[in-house]
């Protein structure tokens, strides 16, 4: 995989994600792996500043919640109404870049 490519989609990565539901960063992680057959691998390093960014930016909500298992309170995040609409823009602007790339080869 080109790092580079996977940081730069990052963010459409998460967003894509998080519009199927919420999750907490384990359940983000776990969910990215298994949708992508194993081919995108986040980590706590890249996930995390993301998901700040993006929570920053309005295009997340976020709260404290305690997970049904017991334990500390996992932050889950959400997709806002600005996140759909920003998920949306970000699709439409890879699709573009897609097919222009494509009419090359």
């Given amino acids: 995989m080109d790092l580079n490519l996977f940081k730069g989609n990052l963010d ?11 999750g907490y960063g384990l359940d983000i992680t776990k ?3 298994a ?3 194993g081919y995108f ?5 890249s996930l995390y500043p993301a998901l ?3 929570e920053r ?3 997340l909500g976020a709260q404290e919640e305690t997970p049904a298992r017991g334990g500390p309170p996992v932050r889950t995040y959400t997709l806002t109404a600005a ?3 920003e998920l949306e823009r970000r699709r439409a602007s890879y699709d573009t870049f897609d097919r222009a790339l494509r009419s090359l080869w």
């Avoid at 459409?12 to 919420?22: N, P, Q, T, Y």
């Fill in 12 to 22: 459409l990565i998460v967003l894509s994600v998080l519009e199927r539901g919420g």
């Fill in 31 to 33: 969910r990215v792996n």
């Fill in 35 to 37: 949708l992508t057959h």
């Fill in 41 to 45: 691998t986040l980590n706590a390093g």
């Fill in 52 to 54: 700040h960014r993006l």
């Fill in 57 to 59: 930016a309005g295009f």
């Fill in 83 to 85: 996140g759909r609409a």
